[in-house]
């Protein structure tokens, strides 16, 4: 995963997501996207049932789809 992104890029996906950002908005964007796109890769994984349950506190790393290595 890239730690940072080209300029061009971060405008198509501006524009694409029908967002107008201000200058400072912008950078301050592109300073947090490396922990926005690690976020997103997580998001995206297979989890067990058990990572949604607010209530279970003995859950394993495989119920929240992470490797037991």
């Known amino acids: ?3 940072d ?3 061009e ?3 198509f996906l501006l524009a694409r997501a029908g967002l107008i950002l201000s200058d400072a908005e912008r950078t301050e964007l592109k300073t947090v996207y ?3 796109a690690q976020m997103a890769e997580r ?3 297979p989890r067990g049932r ?3 349950l607010a209530h ?3 859950f394993t790393a495989a ?3 992470e490797d037991l290595a």
Request: overall charge negative.
């Open 9 to 11: 890029a971060l405008d």
């Open 1 to 3: 995963m890239p730690a």
């Open 56 to 58: 279970v506190y003995n």
């Open 50 to 52: 058990m990572a949604e």
């Open 63 to 65: 119920d929240v789809g």
């Open 34 to 36: 490396a922990g926005i």
């Open 43 to 45: 998001v995206r994984q």
């Open 5 to 7: 992104i080209a300029d």
